[in-house]
């Protein structure tokens, strides 16, 4: 009797421990394959020709594959987002937490969440749409698909993930510490900005972080705006993104071209690595705070 | 215990993901095609009517692109291979074989309100090139040209490139993914310049004549229109095809399927 349920508790835990497994393994399998697939075109390339070449010509006779020009477009648009979205973001999440009526943070944060859930697809047609005509007319340019374009469409698509951290970060700040401010004659702005705020900014940090992973990895949206010529970012110029470079070619392509896009892929896959490591490292200063 | 419970479900998980990816190439009484997109009409309509016309059997065509359809046939993960540009030397070293199906002319395309009707093969390559920069110069308004392509490996940027000349030498403003993509910009945008195959152009832009020869079919199938490409098949040297996908074969590259192949735009090769 005892050793059947025994046997039963086992098969259950081994269930368990395969599902969890399976997460693991794909995360596993994925690094995997990227390094062995990523690997052979950057060694056959060189890796400075790789990262700092700044020509990409990968069907031409004499092919190049450097991805100077894509990893500056991606750490420029994505620069450019954090500086348009980072403010407004933060300033909504300060005003939701701390200033609105509760009704008005009710109606906010659904339209907030709204914003999250659309399809990056969609954000690419309606720039394709509006923004890229839009931009051409204003600016008087021959063409408004541009790194700037990709910018406003990417600071956009990051106001969500910023202003839903920072407000939870903003919530989680003890009302003993603004009481304590207040009480000492302090205004309301001044008692957020200089209370609140510095209390909350580990996971302010960790809100930015977050929204510039989510720029640096989005593919689509950017793909439909920002005109994907594989040249030097110039703000008002067509620009390819690490992962636009992958995108776009991947379906057509043979031989090195393909491993090349792999390796580009490999870069990509560092970068996030990297924000991911510096994202943790916010979340458990927070933690011991 | 708990090992021994643990190595046998695993087993059981991995043997479970193995069977599941069998090949479909080489089946009885299924004919499966890979490649160029665009393909995607003419192959379509003559898939759907050798189906009517010999039932029960399952046609299917998987639109991934030329370079990829090649790699299909090579790696017999299907039939036949479809390619909208010729075999390249090391494709042909893998022991592929090429068989023209039908001709693509390739449309050159403008902004419906630009006034210019004609190029010639040589201006295409100048403004290509980026030597002729504005339309005035080739008797337009006074606007900047912006030119539109599709990204390296499509076929028809290929065709285009090799027709015209400019391979690796296009200074593009915009690489798009797709012939719709470069329709609706060229549409969007009055100084805009692209190409698209013949068939899929849509009334939103305006076909440019090459040379004082209009694109059409005729034109194609006498030669005198130049900027086109083949349509080609695409098998492997020494595997035999399966029956049925050899009596589709036959059937596309003969004289029987002219009539759908020109009404999906092209121009038959038979």
Redesign the interface.
């Known amino acids: 009797m005892n050793n059947k349920k ?2 039963m508790e ?2 259950i ?3 368990f ?2 599902l969890g497994l399976i997460t693991v393994g794909c995360v596993f399998l994925i690094t995997v394959y990227l390094i062995i697939s990523g690997v052979p075109a950057i060694r056959k390339i060189g890796i400075i020709n790789f990262l700092f070449g700044t020509k990409w ?6 092919p190049k594959y450097g991805i100077l020009p894509f990893i500056l477009t991606s750490i420029y648009g994505t620069a450019g987002a954090i500086i348009l979205g980072v403010p407004v973001g933060f300033f909504t999440a300060v005003y939701l937490s701390k200033v609105a009526p509760s009704k008005m943070r009710q109606i906010v944060s659904f339209i907030v969440n709204m914003l999250a859930g659309i399809p990056s697809v969609v954000y690419g047609l309606v720039g ?2 509006v923004l ?2 839009g931009i ?1 007319k204003l600016f008087n340019i ?2 408004g ?1 541009s790194l700037f374009a990709a910018i406003i469409v990417l600071s956009i698509m990051i106001l969500p993930s910023i202003i839903s951290v920072s407000m939870t970060a903003l919530d989680a700040v003890p009302r003993d510490y603004e009481d304590a401010s207040l009480a000492l004659g302090a205004n309301e702005i001044e008692t957020y900005f200089r209370v609140s705020v510095p209390a909350a900014r580990s996971g302010i940090a960790a809100a930015v972080v977050l929204g510039v992973g989510r720029a640096i990895g989005e593919a689509m949206a950017v ?2 705006v920002s ?4 040249k030097m970012p110039s703000l008002f110029q ?1 620009v ?1 993104f690490l992962t636009t470079a992958v ?3 991947m ?5 090195l ?1 393909r491993q090349a896009l792999f390796s580009i892929a490999l870069v990509l896959f560092l970068f996030i690595m990297l924000i991911n490591a510096t994202l943790n490292f916010f979340m458990k200063k927070g933690d011991v705070h | ?2 090992k021994a ?2 190595s046998v ?2 087993l059981t ?1 991995i043997l479970a993901t193995l069977t599941g990816c069998g090949s479909s190439a080489g089946a009885k009484n299924a004919i499966s095609t890979d490649g160029s997109t665009s393909m995607e009409k003419v192959i379509g309509a003559l898939g759907e009517k050798y189906q009517i016309d010999n039932p029960g059997i399952s046609f299917s065509y998987n639109p ?5 359809g ?2 299909a046939v090579a790696e017999g993960r299907c039939d036949i291979g479809l390619s909208s540009r010729d075999l ?1 030397d ?2 042909k070293k893998q022991g592929l074989i090429e068989t023209p199906v039908a001709y693509d002319g390739i449309s050159i395309i403008v902004n419906p309100s630009n006034p210019v009707k004609n190029l010639t093969l040589e201006q295409i390559n100048k403004i290509y090139t980026g030597k002729i920069k504005n339309w005035k110069e080739v008797g337009g308004k006074n ?4 030119l539109v392509g599709r ?5 028809t940027r ?1 065709g285009f490139e090799s027709i015209t000349k400019t ?2 030498a296009c200074d ?6 797709s012939t719709g ?1 470069v329709i ?2 060229v549409s ?2 009055p ?2 310049v692209g190409y698209a195959s013949m068939a899929s152009v849509k009334d939103s832009v305006k076909e440019i004549s090459v040379g004082g020869v209009d694109p059409s079919e005729k034109a194609v199938k006498d030669g005198s229109y130049v900027v086109q490409r083949p349509f080609m098949l695409i098998t492997k040297k020494g595997v035999k095809l399966s029956k049925t996908a050899q009596s589709f074969f036959n059937y596309i590259t003969s004289k029987d399927a002219n009539k759908i192949i020109s009404d999906m735009g092209a121009v038959p090769a038979a």
């Open positions: 025994k046997i086992d098969l835990h081994g269930i421990l395969i010509a990968s069907t031409a006779q004499d394709m749409m890229v005509p051409r021959p063409d698909a793909m439909m005109g994907n010529a594989a067509s390819r995108a776009s070619e379906s057509y392509s043979a031989g071209q | 215990m708990k419970i643990c479900l695993f998980l991934t692109g030329s370079g990829s090649i790699a390249k090391e494709e606007i900047r040209i912006v990204e390296a490996g499509s076929g290929d391979a690796g593009y403003r915009e690489e798009l993914t993509d609706t910009t969007s945008n100084g805009a």
